[in-house]
């Protein structure tokens, strides 16, 4: 498809299991960015990706979290023994760069129950 | 450092009557500003954009914003509203740190009543 595509839309989880969350961009996009959104609540920026370099993880909350980005299109998010505070609405998006004025593009999101 | 304050939580219009959604950026440079749009259960869409050029920005379904740099602000606004426009909205600000990072209000609840 032409926009930003995340596998699974809907996953719901042990306590303790990990998971991957995928992000296919938009082609020919060389930045990527992962967002988390909990209910009710703004945007929280997770990681950014130029290329398969990622110069802003500043947003991973914890070392449970990581992220990587393969051939400069696929990325997979991983969280690892998960907890119940993960659960939220993890978002992908891409832009053509990472400059500001790009816009950026979303996925529908990728859903996460941790139980 | 960058920072980007969306004043209402909610608003709530009637069918027809304008809307304004508030939104106020402290940046240490010249920001872009976006505003999102993000309707239940779907994706976030561009509404419109400020990068340097115009200070009154057009977007889709009739929505407009205006950068005021004295102001630090980029309100939202439609002239009328509809039903189809209840949603959240996200006034989002960037820049190129070096580190790149963009960050997005808390957002806006609008309700549209009949």
């Known amino acids: 498809g032409a926009g930003v595509s995340q596998s699974p839309s809907n996953k719901v989880t042990e306590k303790g299991k990990d998971v991957e969350l995928r992000c296919d961009p938009i082609?020919?996009?060389?930045?990527l960015y992962w967002y988390r959104q909990r209910l009710g609540q703004g945007l929280e920026f997770l990681i950014y990706f130029q290329g398969n370099s990622a110069p802003d993880k500043s947003g991973l909350p914890s070392d449970r979290f990581s992220a990587e980005r393969t051939g400069e299109s696929v990325s997979t998010l991983t969280i690892q023994r998960t907890q119940q505070e993960d659960s939220a609405v993890y978002l992908c998006?891409?832009?053509?760069?990472?400059?500001?004025?790009?816009?950026?593009?979303f996925g529908e999101g990728s859903w996460l129950t941790v139980v | 450092a960058q920072s980007v304050t969306q004043l209402d939580s909610h608003v709530s219009v009637s069918e027809g009557t304008p809307v304004l959604l508030r939104c106020n950026y402290s940046s240490s440079y010249s920001p872009s500003l976006f505003w999102y749009v993000q309707h239940p259960n779907k994706g976030l869409q561009l509404l419109l954009k400020y990068t340097s050029a115009a200070t009154l920005v057009k977007g889709i379904n009739g929505f407009e914003a205006e950068f005021k740099k004295s102001e630090t602000s980029f309100h939202l606004t439609k002239p009328s509203a509809h039903m189809s426009d209840a949603a959240e909205y996200f006034c989002v600000v960037s820049r190129n740190t070096g580190g790149f990072k963009t960050i997005f209000g808390a957002g806006t609840r609008l309700f549209v009543k009949a």
């Open positions: 998006a891409s832009s053509r760069q990472g400059a500001p004025g790009n816009t950026i593009y």
């Open positions: 082609s020919g996009h060389t930045a």
